[in-house]
């Protein structure tokens, strides 16, 4: 194909030049449904996201693959079902989820000639278990198709807590070792059940282990000083990593995975967001957030690639205001309303721990609008093929849809089912209806205590009319015994052998 030759992309005719658009995700962490200005925030001002909402597509029925950090992502990067890798919420100390070999969006994108990073969360194991954090950390994102990586390995709340760039430990010291274990102490560092009065936040006794920046983390930590992240910096490292590739790869297509730790606990923002919304940390670290987003489209928009760039803006899971760490995120949240106008939230079978913030913006090809479609987060990584023109294998992210002219806001009928994971069950969305598997021996219960989440786990089956019932009060079950079978039936259908 010779310059100027053109490809018809369905009704996208598009020269050359401009077949392949620059992609960039903000992958927010525990972002809920109703935490931005454009969903309804109250308490907080969001503009750079609302910006984003009024001139692109802003989703209403679009979901994360699972109620939690772990699966949701392996679902997007897979484009299939967290259930089919056995993924879960992974210790800081993981081997890799994501094997050398698997087809992923990143390697995908290599394909079609993209520079491909990650930078910020991965929570998705590193190395082959027992990593040697003063070597070389592998297998881990260059091995899966990430040219780039810029990491906290795991998530703020576990140790070690450095930064990996790409398979070296930034500014790590050879004479002072990193160890790091999560079955027994290491190292000479206090933890906060020893030594309460170093630590600056309350923790659970979960994390309450190693003290590092004042706050306690899971698991402990030795060595490693001159490498320690500072958790307020974080705002201007991500951010400039995310600029620093934008600008290294002005002149080429590149997709940039910008994996936010925002607004994840330990909810530390930077000082200068201090007091930026009513809701203490938590809701100052949404602005934090907000703060960072802006920051990379203004960016995108002084090198004249926004006009082509497709943006799209996501979190991993739906809310959760006590997640091990007491910041008043309760005590402070006034009429603020995290989940919107949904039942559950983070780990949760209910809507809210799926249903969340989803904006596709592409400026002079998105046209802005509201849509109530159906969309898993998973169907990002077929309709991204369909785009940029990559034929998928027949095993290549089974559970990913083609959907390019929904998110581009072109048609509006999307998916008609849909499993959402929880951390205790799956439910079935089938348009209108939802149905929430039946869990016994439910040994969640007292887990979400803690966190003030309703979990939505029963031992008996559960069927909602969403179109009636939004918020999941009216469990029609027993009188429509036919349906929960033919949903149940259909659920067993997809684990097994896909949409």
């Known amino acids: 194909m010779g310059c100027g030759d053109e490809v018809n992309h369905g009704n996208h005719v598009l020269h050359e030049k401009n077949t392949k658009p620059n992609i960039v995700i903000f992958y927010i962490d525990d972002l809920g449904y109703g935490d931005v200005g454009s969903y309804g925030a109250v308490g907080v001002e969001t503009p750079s996201i609302d910006k984003l909402a009024e001139n692109g597509v802003r989703f209403t029925d679009a979901h994360s693959s699972a109620a939690t950090c772990t699966p ?221 987003t802006g920051k990379v489209v203004s960016e995108l928009e002084q090198l004249g690639l926004a006009e082509n760039t497709l943006i799209i803006f996501t979190s991993d899971n739906g809310p959760v205001l006590t997640d091990g760490y007491d910041d008043q995120a309760i005590e ?61 294998e027949d095993n290549e992210a089974v559970d990913s849809v083609e959907y390019l002219s929904v998110l581009l806001g072109e048609e509006e009928i999307a998916r008609e089912a849909l499993i959402e994971e929880s951390v205790a069950t799956n439910s079935l969305r089938v348009n209108q209806w939802k149905y929430i598997a039946p869990v016994k021996n439910n040994n969640v219960a007292a887990f979400l205590a803690h966190k003030n989440i309703e979990g939505g786990f029963a031992e008996k089956p559960q069927l909602f009319d969403l179109s009636k019932d939004i918020t999941e009060q009216n469990n029609l079950a027993s009188a429509n015994p036919k349906l929960v079978q033919q949903m149940q039936l259909r659920l067993t259908e997809i684990i097994n052998s896909g949409y």
């Open 72 to 292: 949701s992502r392996y679902s997007l990067l897979t484009g299939e079902h967290g259930f089919r890798n056995n993924a879960a919420i992974l210790p800081g100390d993981a081997p890799s989820l994501i094997r050398p070999g698997k087809a992923t969006l990143p390697a995908m994108l290599k394909k079609a000639g993209y520079q491909t990073a990650v930078i910020g969360k991965w929570h998705l194991g590193l190395g082959d278990g027992d990593v040697n954090w003063n070597g070389d950390v592998s297998p881990g994102p260059l091995d899966i198709g990430f040219d780039y990586s810029f990491l906290l390995p795991a998530t703020g709340d576990r140790v070690p807590t450095v930064y990996l760039e790409n398979t070296k430990v930034v500014n790590l010291d050879p004479n002072d070792p990193i160890s790091v274990s999560y079955k027994g102490k290491v190292g000479e560092r206090p933890t906060r059940l020893e030594r309460p009065d170093l630590a600056r936040v309350v923790a659970d006794e979960q994390h309450s282990e190693t003290i590092i920046n004042g706050v306690s983390r899971i698991g402990t930590m030795g060595g490693g000083e001159s490498a320690l992240w500072v958790d307020e910096d974080f705002p201007d490292v991500f951010t400039g990593k995310a600029i620093d590739f934008i600008h290294a790869n002005k002149n080429k297509p590149f997709f940039l995975f910008h994996s936010y730790h925002d607004i994840h606990v330990p909810r530390l923002p930077h000082p200068r967001f201090k007091g930026k919304s009513s809701m203490g940390p938590r809701g100052d670290a949404i602005a934090q957030m907000d703060w960072m």
């Open 332 to 392: 402070l949240l006034g009429d603020h309303k995290p989940w919107g106008p949904f039942r559950g939230g983070k780990y949760s079978a209910f809507e809210a721990g799926t249903r969340v913030p989803t904006i596709v913006y592409w400026p002079g090809k998105v046209k802005p609008k509201v849509s109530d479609a159906l969309l898993s987060q998973m169907d990002i990584y077929a309709s991204v093929a369909k785009l940029v023109g990559v034929k998928l």
